[in-house]
């Protein structure tokens, strides 16, 4: 690779990084970038992805280079199509998981009941923990390699050197000690007695361990292999092909060869290719994708339109401006990656207490031996206690703590409507103490509907209805849907209608009972001289600022009435507002619908914070405002204009009736279409995280209680299988306390 010419110009880069295991790894990578002189870089664990900026005295080889001194493997990202990219992960780590599986279980169970013990069956048991020990926990000991390299130790660590302590020693025991005679068992004594540790083995602690530990990682792969579809599913919203205006007749051509400056025609209910200018046509243009209005918003020559937004009802000419990579659209995807990337990964706990505990059990297992030796004991009773000690701390319950509290959890979410994806999740949970809304479809329904007939003196109410929905029933638009099918569903069938027509950017009539009825606009009565009464007045000029659109309906040459149409608030969202209070959590809307409909909404519900009439950057821009305050941010929305606000976001948390662009950026799924989910949501997360917590320390616990009897020499190895056992039947049943869980309603 050829390196850069030297400028003086920042550089934005993404390197792809293999071979992280834990979030420490992370942080040892990001720290080796960011020694070198220029150079700004963040790395993201769940991505595993670094983003690098530097200037022109950096090269790309010396980036390279870095990354490789740290212990782990960089390269420039390289776009293959689907069928071409690598094999996923998971799919090998799953295939390594079934085959420990199987070997593993008999070496457990053999272990565990005496009565199964047959002659030589210790031999067995050596032939199946093998394959799990050595090669099954391959990664770990790689890991742990890498990390001493840099004086480090994880989580890895202890697994590692527990395992192979366990295989190491019953090998020695088996081929060089008693354990390998015939008619050898593991009776079930708890005594305390000192031996020389020759005729026991630990196999099936090290195979189980290992086991555990592969199921942990394939899980976690699995949630890793979904960072990056946010992105392809935002980018998957835009048009795939266009029709072009070229030398007076159309062409219909791929999207990537639509040009800056090209005319081209979209068609009711089509996306529009790119950003632009209207240069021909008047139409609605449903841009909810981008700004969460759920009104459409009505276009002329000169407006401007953006790509992946729906042309509604009017054939339009587009002139492109923005194509590509330049599109808002595409900035969109750039925001949800930037965000992606720099979202600190959560530190896991197992890795925060292993720092600790790895060290001090290592030197404790030799100031043992170190110990027995001078004391004039046999090599092998010294040998025996400080390979015990370092058996001890194998963490079996610890593999356990958090997949099995996760699991129910995560189990018990999904029969509430929540989904959980990871257990990096959690922590944020405990400590959010603000949380932003998203206005439409999260707080409201989204969809518009009828909330009010006003009538005119001698008119009556179901007449008006029932006309306006006569003429509306030929049109596309948001609002006509709502009034037809309101008018369908209250009345029932509705007369049909002729000479139907749409006057653009005003509204509708038609020919209905042989009366041309008119709806629309007041300057559309207006201009057709049609009067409207005092009260019909009051009524429109009341609507606006209750959040409603005022629609008029009038034949014969006056106004007969009103129709108010609203995107309606969801019964339980005052609920949900009053329970996420209750958790401690200031809640506020932000939304890119108007200032008047919003603070509408907000009262409704009981929200006293309103931020109204903002694009998805500015979502951004607000959220990270709040966290440079020192909030803990949660953000709940559905729309891809959410989808970088909930990636940004601390805590992000999609409904699940909004777009998988949304779901996939956030961190907790909510399948229900009910904002009460949240609080559930966060009191699931919170009880999880207090499980996990518990299970670890219990799962420590017993480890730290033992190792003053493997230290004294006193360990017999049915004593430290009934620790390992009791430990993790206590996790397993600590954590099934989750079932429990139930509604705050």
């Given at each position: 690779?050829?390196?850069?010419?030297?400028?003086?110009?920042?550089?934005?880069?993404?390197?792809?990084?293999?071979?992280?295991?834990?979030?420490?790894?992370?942080?040892r990578?990001?720290?080796?970038?960011?020694?070198?002189?220029?150079?700004?870089?963040?790395?993201?664990?769940?991505?595993?992805?670094a983003?690098?900026?530097?200037?022109?005295?950096v090269?790309?080889?010396?980036?390279?280079?870095a990354?490789?001194?740290?212990?782990?493997?960089?390269?420039?990202?390289?776009?293959?199509?689907?069928?071409?990219?690598?094999?996923?992960?998971?799919?090998a780590?799953?295939?390594?998981?079934?085959v420990?599986?199987?070997?593993s279980?008999?070496?457990?169970?053999?272990?565990?009941?005496?009565?199964?013990q047959?002659?030589?069956?210790?031999w067995l048991?050596?032939?199946?923990?093998?394959?799990v020990?050595?090669?099954?926990?391959?990664p770990?000991?790689v890991?742990?390699?890498t990390?001493?390299?840099?004086?480090?130790?994880?989580?890895?660590?202890?697994v590692?050197v527990?395992?192979?302590?366990?295989?190491?020693?019953?090998?020695?025991?088996?081929?060089?000690?008693?354990?390998g005679?015939?008619?050898?068992?593991?009776?079930?004594?708890?005594?305390i007695?000192r031996?020389?540790?020759?005729?026991?083995?630990?196999?099936?602690?090290?195979a189980?361990?290992?086991t555990?530990?592969?199921?942990?990682?394939?899980l976690?792969?699995?949630?890793?292999?979904?960072?990056?579809?946010?992105?392809?599913?935002?980018l998957?919203?835009?048009?795939?092909?266009?029709?072009?205006?070229?030398?007076?007749?159309?062409?219909?051509?791929?999207?990537?060869?639509?040009?800056?400056?090209d005319?081209?025609?979209?068609?009711?209910?089509?996306?529009?290719?790119?950003?632009?200018v209207?240069?021909?046509?008047?139409?609605?243009v449903?841009?909810?994708?981008?700004?969460?209005?759920?009104?459409?918003?009505?276009?002329?020559?000169?407006d401007?339109?953006?790509?992946?937004t729906?042309n509604?009802?009017?054939?339009?000419?587009?002139?492109?401006?923005?194509?590509?990579?330049?599109?808002?659209?595409?900035?969109?995807a750039?925001?949800?990656?930037?965000?992606?990337?720099?979202?600190?990964?959560?530190?896991?706990l197992a890795?925060?207490?292993?720092?600790?505990?790895?060290p001090?059990?290592?030197?404790?297992?030799?100031?043992?031996l170190?110990?027995?030796l001078?004391?004039?004991?046999p090599?092998?009773a010294?040998?025996?206690?400080a390979v015990?000690?370092?058996?001890?701390?194998?963490?079996c319950?610890l593999?356990?703590?958090?997949?099995?509290?996760l699991?129910?959890?995560?189990?018990?979410?999904?029969?509430?409507?929540?989904?959980?994806?990871?257990?990096?999740?959690?922590?944020?949970?405990?400590?959010?103490?603000?949380?932003?809304?998203?206005?439409t479809?999260?707080?409201?329904?989204?969809?518009?509907?009828i909330?009010?007939?006003?009538?005119?003196?001698?008119?009556?109410?179901?007449?008006?209805?029932?006309?306006a929905g006569?003429?509306?029933?030929?049109?596309?638009?948001?609002?006509a849907?709502a009034?037809?099918?309101?008018?369908?569903?209250?009345?029932?069938?509705l007369?049909?209608?002729?000479?139907?027509?749409?006057l653009?950017?005003?509204?509708?009539?038609?020919?209905?009972e042989?009366?041309?009825?008119?709806?629309?606009?007041?300057?559309l009565f207006?201009?057709?001289?049609?009067?409207?009464?005092?009260?019909?007045?009051?009524?429109?000029?009341?609507?606006?600022?209750?959040?409603?659109?005022?629609?008029?309906?009038?034949?014969?040459?006056?106004?007969?009435g009103?129709?108010?149409?609203?995107?309606?608030?969801?019964q339980?969202s005052?609920?949900?507002?009053?329970?996420?209070?209750?958790?401690?959590?200031?809640?506020?809307m932000?939304?890119?619908?108007?200032?008047?409909?919003a603070?509408?909404?907000a009262?409704?519900?009981?929200?006293?914070?309103v931020?109204?009439g903002?694009?998805p950057?500015e979502?951004?821009?607000?959220?990270?405002?709040?966290?440079?305050?020192?909030?803990v941010?949660?953000?709940?929305?559905?729309?891809?204009?959410?989808?970088?606000?909930l990636?940004?976001?601390?805590?992000?948390?999609?409904?699940?009736s909004g777009?998988?662009v949304?779901?996939?950026?956030?961190?907790l799924?909510?399948?229900?279409?009910?904002?009460?989910?949240?609080?559930?949501?966060?009191?699931?997360s919170?009880?999880?995280l207090?499980?996990?917590?518990?299970?670890?320390?219990?799962?420590?616990?017993?480890?730290?209680?033992?190792?003053?009897?493997?230290?004294?020499g006193?360990l017999?190895?049915?004593?430290?299988g009934?620790?390992?056992?009791?430990?993790?039947?206590?996790?397993?049943?600590?954590?099934?306390?989750?079932?429990g869980?139930?509604?705050?309603r």
């Amino acid at each position: 690779m050829s390196a850069p010419t030297p400028t003086s110009a920042v550089t934005s880069l993404e390197l792809s990084i293999d071979g992280m295991t834990c979030a420490s790894c992370a942080a040892r990578v990001e720290k080796k970038l960011n020694k070198l002189d220029g150079v700004a870089a963040t790395v993201n664990f769940a991505t595993e992805k670094a983003r690098v900026e530097y200037d022109g005295h950096v090269t790309t080889d010396q980036l390279l280079a870095a990354v490789e001194a740290a212990g782990y493997h960089a390269s420039l990202p390289q776009q293959l199509p689907a069928e071409e990219a690598a094999e996923d992960p998971a799919a090998a780590l799953r295939r390594r998981l079934l085959v420990c599986v199987a070997l593993s279980v008999p070496v457990i169970a053999l272990a565990m009941v005496p009565a199964w013990q047959f002659t030589y069956w210790q031999w067995l048991s050596l032939t199946l923990a093998a394959p799990v020990v050595i090669w099954g926990g391959w990664p770990f000991h790689v890991a742990t390699w890498t990390n001493l390299r840099h004086r480090a130790v994880t989580m890895d660590t202890l697994v590692s050197v527990g395992t192979l302590s366990a295989f190491g020693w019953s090998v020695y025991a088996l081929f060089w000690g008693h354990a390998g005679m015939p008619g050898m068992t593991h009776p079930f004594a708890l005594t305390i007695s000192r031996t020389d540790g020759t005729g026991n083995i630990y196999l099936e602690a090290a195979a189980g361990v290992t086991t555990f530990l592969i199921a942990g990682r394939y899980l976690e792969a699995k949630a890793k292999r979904q960072a990056g579809a946010a992105l392809r599913a935002l980018l998957d919203m835009g048009a795939k092909d266009v029709s072009v205006r070229r030398d007076g007749r159309e062409h219909r051509i791929p999207i990537e060869q639509l040009r800056a400056g090209d005319e081209f025609v979209v068609r009711p209910g089509e996306k529009i290719a790119a950003d632009g200018v209207v240069v021909e046509g008047r139409s609605a243009v449903d841009a909810s994708m981008l700004t969460g209005e759920s009104m459409p918003v009505d276009v002329q020559p000169d407006d401007e339109v953006v790509g992946a937004t729906v042309n509604v009802d009017g054939l339009l000419v587009v002139r492109a401006r923005r194509v590509g990579t330049d599109t808002q659209l595409a900035q969109m995807a750039r925001l949800v990656e930037n965000a992606q990337n720099g979202k600190a990964s959560a530190q896991r706990l197992a890795d925060r207490v292993s720092a600790v505990f790895v060290p001090v059990v290592i030197a404790l297992a030799l100031a043992t031996l170190g110990f027995w030796l001078v004391a004039g004991a046999p090599a092998a009773a010294a040998f025996t206690a400080a390979v015990s000690v370092l058996i001890i701390a194998c963490p079996c319950a610890l593999g356990l703590a958090t997949p099995t509290a996760l699991m129910v959890g995560t189990g018990r979410g999904a029969q509430l409507g929540i989904l959980i994806k990871g257990p990096e999740v959690l922590e944020s949970t405990r400590r959010v103490d603000t949380l932003i809304l998203d206005k439409t479809g999260t707080v409201t329904t989204g969809t518009m509907t009828i909330t009010g007939v006003d009538a005119c003196d001698g008119e009556h109410p179901d007449e008006v209805l029932r006309m306006a929905g006569a003429v509306e029933a030929a049109s596309e638009h948001p609002i006509a849907r709502a009034i037809s099918s309101g008018a369908d569903d209250m009345l029932g069938e509705l007369p049909s209608v002729t000479s139907f027509e749409n006057l653009r950017g005003l509204g509708v009539q038609g020919i209905v009972e042989d009366r041309t009825v008119l709806l629309g606009r007041p300057r559309l009565f207006e201009e057709q001289g049609y009067p409207v009464a005092p009260e019909l007045a009051d009524a429109v000029r009341e609507a606006e600022p209750a959040g409603r659109t005022a629609v008029l309906v009038g034949w014969d040459g006056r106004a007969r009435g009103v129709l108010s149409v609203a995107d309606t608030v969801k019964q339980t969202s005052a609920e949900a507002i009053s329970l996420i209070e209750q958790l401690g959590l200031t809640p506020i809307m932000v939304t890119g619908d108007n200032e008047s409909v919003a603070r509408a909404v907000a009262a409704d519900v009981g929200i006293e914070r309103v931020i109204a009439g903002v694009l998805p950057q500015e979502k951004v821009d607000i959220v990270v405002s709040l966290q440079r305050e020192g909030k803990v941010v949660a953000m709940v929305g559905d729309g891809v204009n959410d989808a970088a606000a909930l990636a940004q976001a601390d805590l992000g948390l999609a409904m699940g009736s909004g777009t998988d662009v949304a779901i996939e950026a956030s961190d907790l799924t909510l399948v229900r279409d009910d904002l009460r989910a949240v609080p559930d949501a966060i009191r699931l997360s919170r009880r999880t995280l207090s499980i996990i917590k518990g299970n670890l320390f219990w799962a420590f616990a017993y480890n730290v209680a033992a190792l003053p009897l493997a230290a004294a020499g006193l360990l017999n190895p049915m004593i430290a299988g009934a620790a390992m056992a009791f430990s993790s039947v206590f996790v397993v049943t600590n954590s099934l306390r989750l079932r429990g869980f139930t509604p705050a309603r």
